[in-house]
C-alpha cells in the first residue's frame, strides 16, 4: 500500500529527481520540465509548480540556496535538495517502482459501463480509437528513432514504456472490435435486442 507522504504530487518527485542534478530556481525547473518533455510522463498543471516547490520546503526536503536579482527581473530564489529531501526522493522513487498500485483509467470505466452505447455505435468509437492510437504510436516511434542514437537509453525507457502500453491496449481493442464486427461476443443478440426494443434480459447476455 502506498505510502501517505508530505508532499503527494508526483511533480514533487520530479522536482526532487531535478535537484539531485543542482540547485535552480523554480522558473529553471518549469524550464526544465519543458526542455525534457516531462508534460509527456505527467500531468503538470504548471501554475501549482511553485505551490509544490513551496510545500517540499516547507517539510525540508529542499531549502534555500541563494537569492538572485538580474537587473529590474524580481528576486529568484534557488533551491537546493536536503539531506532529507534526498532520502525522500529514493524512497519515493523505490516504492513507485517495486509497489504496484491499482490505477483507474479511463478507458476501463467506459467499458464497465459499455452496454449502454448501442453495438453499432461502440463498434465505430472503437475503431476511431483505435486510428487515434495507431497515429500516436506512429509519431511516438519515430521520436524515439531520431533521439534513441543521441540519447542514452536510461533517458528514454519511460517512452518505450508509454509505447508498450499504447500497443498492448491496440492489439486488445483490435480483439474485442474484431468480435464485435463478427457478432461472435457472447451477448451480442440481448444487447442488441436491448437497443431496438428497450427490453433487458440480462439472462441472455450470457448466451453465446
Do not use: C
Not at 467499458?111 to 487515434?132: F, K, T, Y
Amino acid at each position: 500500500m502506498a505510502k501517505r507522504r508530505k508532499v503527494g504530487n508526483l511533480l514533487g518527485l520530479q522536482l526532487l529527481a531535478m535537484l539531485v542534478e543542482r540547485p535552480m530556481h523554480p522558473y529553471e525547473m518549469a524550464t526544465e520540465l519543458r526542455g525534457r518533455g516531462k508534460e509527456q510522463d505527467l500531468k503538470i498543471q504548471w501554475g501549482s509548480l511553485y505551490t509544490v516547490v513551496q510545500n517540499l520546503e516547507k517539510h525540508g526536503f529542499i531549502e534555500a540556496a541563494e537569492t538572485t536579482r538580474e537587473g529590474r527581473r524580481p528576486e529568484r530564489t534557488v533551491y537546493q535538495l536536503t539531506q532529507a529531501g534526498h532520502e525522500e526522493a529514493l524512497d519515493w522513487l523505490r516504492e513507485i517502482v517495486g509497489v504496484p498500485e491499482r490505477e483507474f483509467p479511463r478507458l476501463k470505466t467506459a467499458l464497465s459501463v459499455l452496454g449502454v452505447l448501442p453495438p453499432d455505435e461502440v463498434i465505430d468509437l472503437i475503431g476511431q480509437r483505435i486510428a487515434v492510437l495507431d497515429r500516436r504510436l506512429a509519431g511516438d516511434r519515430a521520436d524515439l528513432a531520431r533521439t534513441q542514437d543521441v540519447v542514452p537509453r536510461i533517458f528514454l525507457i519511460e517512452t518505450e514504456y508509454s509505447i508498450a502500453l499504447e500497443q498492448a491496449e491496440v492489439d486488445w481493442l483490435r480483439g474485442l472490435l474484431a468480435e464485435l464486427r463478427a457478432g461472435t461476443l457472447p451477448g451480442m443478440a440481448a444487447w442488441r435486442n436491448y437497443h431496438d426494443t428497450g427490453e433487458l434480459d440480462v439472462e441472455a447476455f450470457m448466451d453465446p
